[in-house]
Every structure is written in C-alpha cells, then in structure tokens.
C-alpha cells in the first residue's frame, strides 16, 4: 500500500448522505476542480508523512462541514490550511471560494499543536463528511457500516504510516484506536467540544509534555 492506492481507497467510496471531498464538488462553495485540489492536498501530506519518523497520529471522529469537507484535511479549516502546510513544509492551496470559514474544534486544535514540534498526522476514524439527509451542510457522526470502513482505512494509514503513538480525541475515537493500536501506545484526550476545550488542552499538554494556556 502507497498513498496513492490509499487516496484511490478513498476516492471509490460512494455512501448516501456522506460528502466525499476527494471526487465530489459542492455547488455552492467549491471551485471547480475542488475535488483534484483536495486530493492533492492529502497527498502531499501523506507522501511527507510517509518518509517521517512519525511520532504520532491524532484521531478524531468525522470530518465537519466547516472544516475538512472544505479542505480535505482532518481538523483543518481554511484558516488554518496554512498552518497545516507550513508544519509539513508544502505549499496548498483553497479549493473553496468567498470567505474564509472557521471551525470551532480546528482552532482548539490548531491552538494546542502550535505548542507540539513532534510530527504529527491528523485523522478521523471516518474520513469523510457525514451529514444529516437533505442538510449537506450539516454534521452528523458516522453510522456502523460507516464505522467499519473508517477503521479499516485506520488500519491501512497505520500500517502505511507507522506512527509510535495514537492519539484519540473523544470516546469514539478512543474506542476504535484501542481496537487498532496493536502494541502501540493509546493516549485519550477528551473532545474540546461541548465544554470540553480545557480539559483537551490539559490533556493534551499532559501528553506531548508542553505548555498551555
């Protein structure tokens, strides 16, 4: 497995009321190649990541409508797709017009990596956008046949990846990393959402051995 059979894994998946960045185009925001930018944007970072001596992957739970449904990069929005280029030294770029849109849980995120120098890969245990039917530009979390593909795509980047470590953030992804970490280590963070913004930064800060705010 390379990243690009790992893109093309992704780019074959077809599920109602999911939005797959990397072979669909949103008609409202999208450019019209948005589809091939997010694609490349993925593999450029995989392919850095591929010949790093990765130190972690850190897991969430979807994409969000807000975040990586536009960029194509887990916990990233747009104003943050430059910090996620400039950490992995490549140069990306928007596959979205207007105005620049901000997600809640990328900006906690981005927050408590700007503090970590260890290379770090994010993820979702599904990574594609879920949404609720007839609301494209909603978040719902994945169901159970959308869970299973999502771990098996897990197992696949790990094994491509070889991170010494994972890092779940929330219960679910905490759940599935247990599942497929093997003899690697698992440390649980909690979700910054919903009131949960200081303890991920606690632990966060706990586990990577910086400093927080």
Known sequence: MNTSQFIDQLH???????????????SIFDLKNAAEIRSETLRKVLDKADTT??????????????GGRRTGLAFTDDLHLEAHANRWE???QRSTHGDEVAERSATVLWQALSRVHSSVFLWNVFPLHPFVA??????????????NIGTELLVELIDLLQP???????????HIALKVSGKRQVLPVRHPSYGGQRAFLEQVSKHTGTDHD
């Open 12 to 26: 074959a998946i077809k599920i109602d009321c999911v939005f797959n960045p990397y072979s669909e185009r949103c």
């Open 53 to 66: 001596n990765l130190d972690s992957i850190w897991i969430g739970r979807d994409l969000g409508y807000r």
């Open 90 to 92: 490549v140069k990306l």
């Open 134 to 147: 007839d609301r494209p530009l909603s978040n719902r979390s994945h169901n159970a046949v959308e869970r």
């Open 164 to 174: 010494r470590k994972l890092l779940p953030i929330g219960k679910e992804a905490t």
